[in-house]
């Protein structure tokens, strides 16, 4: 750097047209190897920003930046370059200046920064161990075959490739403290109730405990995970009767809504359903009228928020009129 720009592209005072033909006619301002020090199984989850610090020019937003292999166009064009003209393109920052008009003004420092695409992150690094190119074009062919840019002003131009991944590792080291101690485990999954140390022994008293995982090797990158412990609702059994409107016709009609406090021992946060099996699969639609005559129905308690839930019976019988 600098880049001899657009070379072979366009004459003086001439802009460019058609992305092919602007990034395919870049200058070379940079290369290195992509690395391979990702993990095995990573994937991109937002875009990358690429900066370059420490640059001068007096046509600022017309300065463009592509990433690309062999060659900067066709399937070795990793990443081209927004072609908008004077506009701020390129997310191009001077300053807090994103537009120039009037033509040319005084070399001023600038970094130019802009967002690599997920796809393009996942080309680049299928080609871990070959050449990437950092190549350079402008939207106006101010000087033919002369760049607009200047570098190493004040300091050491530099090309920053900053990447988001994921992944999921094949062990996790986990930890009591967000900081310093001991991993207690060093595996997945980990289950807090058979490891010594978490300081829990059983899922009896609800509450939420706060364990930290961490990369093995990586013990000073720490994500905090809950363990949310949910309380259960108690339920009870009970009774309820019902008179048929002819005798011995099976003809009871039952509110079962009617013994919702009593079964779930007055807990108002709690809903109440009924089932005709004690696996409460056939759920009772109709609870305010039901005439099943069946001598037992099983209720539900739960909690709508959490889904905890306990289960007893229910004993219905009807009296002859």
């Known amino acids: 750097m600098p880049a001899v720009d657009n070379v072979g592209a366009t004459t003086t005072g001439t802009s460019l047209v058609g992305a092919n033909c602007q990034n395919q006619f870049a200058g070379p301002a940079g290369s290195i190897i992509i690395p391979t020090s990702l993990p095995a199984n990573a994937y991109f989850t937002q875009n990358a920003v690429l900066t370059i610090t420490n640059l001068t020019s007096g046509y600022p937003t017309e300065c463009r930046f592509i990433l690309y292999g062999a060659s900067p166009n066709g399937a070795s064009l990793y990443s081209p370059c927004p072609t908008g003209y004077n506009t701020g393109a390129g997310q191009i920052t001077v300053g807090g200046l994103a537009t120039v008009t009037g033509g040319a003004f005084p070399n001023i420092e600038f970094n130019y920064t802009r967002e690599i695409l997920p796809a393009q992150l996942a080309t680049i690094f299928n080609n871990a161990g070959s050449v990437l190119n950092v190549g350079y074009w402008e939207t106006w062919n101010d000087f033919q075959n002369l760049s607009d840019i200047g570098g190493n002003f004040p300091g050491v131009s530099q090309v920053k490739l900053k990447v ?157 009129t």
């Open 164 to 320: 988001y991944y994921n992944y999921v590792p094949a062990t996790i080291d986990w930890y009591t403290a967000p900081t310093g101690g001991a991993s207690i485990f060093n595996t997945i999954p980990f289950n807090p109730l058979t490891t010594p140390g978490s300081g829990i022994t059983n899922s009896n008293t609800p509450g939420t405990t706060t364990f930290y995982a961490a990369c093995s090797g990586a013990p000073t990158c720490r994500v905090p995970v809950d363990l949310n412990i949910n309380p259960t609702p108690d339920a009870f059994q009970d009774t309820l009767y019902a008179c048929e409107f002819a005798p011995s016709s099976n003809g009871a009609v039952f509110d079962l809504t009617t013994i919702n406090s009593n079964v779930s021992g007055g807990n108002g946060a709690a809903s109440v359903d009924y089932y005709f099996d004690d696996a409460l699969v056939t759920q009772i639609v109709n609870a305010t009228n039901d005439t099943s005559s069946t001598n037992f129905i099983y209720s539900k308690v739960y909690y709508p928020s959490t889904g905890c839930y306990s289960s007893d019976s229910v004993l219905g019988g009807e009296y002859l």
